[in-house]
């Protein structure tokens, strides 16, 4: 992995209609990233937080059943922006959220440098739906599925290409709340998938060696989106859609460990600490926790 690293924050809670996650970057950064980082012998740039423009009202505004679709665009065509140029002066992008809609940025800006660009969906949800799918018109629920070029333009076309990934070049690890629409769309582009059934009969060693070797035959980089909602409630609290059986702390330090041996992660991203929800700033100290073990951290 590069040594040269560039931080930067997205303080964004508009992809969903739960406040706080928009303290994230601020918590995360608490929580002693740099700190962290740099211990471990990285030139760290904390490039601080984009600009965030919030509505006009407090009234829910939609179009085509998408929840403050023109100030999420906005803040993402900011990041996508911000990420290819920290790419194209040769350092490794990592952004922390902010909700999960921000990954339509970072993937927009990191995919165009790629031609078959990997992605490790860390994540207990598919966040595979559309506006013609999604039950709430969350935003934070589409961002993969705009990746591929489902969904609207605004968000779909940006930085002027699409789609920024291709299906077989994804896998999500730790799934265990789909909704309809996102189960017929994992089936029918046949995207890799690890549910929480498979880490549990198979174990975290089995499936991060095949995600691993997978994306290795197939991509020339792999970006990590990481929610904290993947890991159980009880070990990350201070997330927006908690869901119950979730991975545990030692099986996601095992997995972070296995993606730093492999060194294929060329950008990463962690997403939906909500220090509101949180138990004195826990999952902000867990998600830099499993930056150190992603990032080289050893006990020996």
Do not use: C
């Amino acid at each position: 992995m590069k040594k040269e690293m560039s931080i930067i924050g997205v303080p964004m809670d508009l992809g969903q209609n739960r406040r706080g996650v928009d303290m994230g970057p601020s918590a995360i950064r608490y929580a002693g990233v740099v700190e962290t980082l740099e211990r471990l012998q990285y030139d760290v740039r904390d490039l601080g937080d984009i600009p965030i423009n919030r509505p006009d009202s407090k009234h829910d505004k939609r179009e085509g059943n998408l929840r403050n679709l023109e100030q999420v665009a906005g803040a993402n065509q900011t990041l996508a922006e911000m990420v290819d140029q920290e790419i194209n002066n040769n350092r490794f992008p990592l952004v922390l959220g902010g909700d999960h809609s921000i990954a339509i940025g970072s993937l927009a800006g990191i995919a165009k440098h790629y031609d078959n660009l990997g992605v490790i969906w860390y994540d207990a949800h598919g966040d595979l739906n559309s506006g013609e799918t999604s039950p709430s018109g969350n935003i934070h629920g589409m961002p993969l599925a705009v990746s591929l070029g489902i969904g609207h333009e605004k968000l779909t076309n940006m930085l002027d290409y699409q789609p920024k990934i291709k299906p077989e070049n994804i896998v999500i690890v730790g799934a265990r709340s789909l909704d309809p629409g996102e189960r017929k769309l994992i089936q029918d582009k046949g995207i890799k998938v690890y549910t929480m059934h498979e880490v549990d009969r198979m174990g975290m060693p089995k499936v991060m060696a095949e995600a691993i070797d997978y994306l290795k035959e197939r991509t020339d980089g792999v970006h990590l989106s990481l929610d904290l909602d993947g890991l159980d409630p009880s070990e990350a609290p201070g997330v927006g859609t908690p869901v119950l059986g979730g991975l545990s702390y030692r099986e996601s330090h095992l997995a972070m460990e296995m993606l730093a041996e492999s060194e294929i992660l060329t950008s990463a991203e962690f997403v939906e600490v909500n220090p509101i929800l949180d138990d004195q700033n826990k999952t902000a100290t867990v998600a830099v926790g499993l930056m150190g073990s992603l990032f080289g951290e050893k006990l020996k």
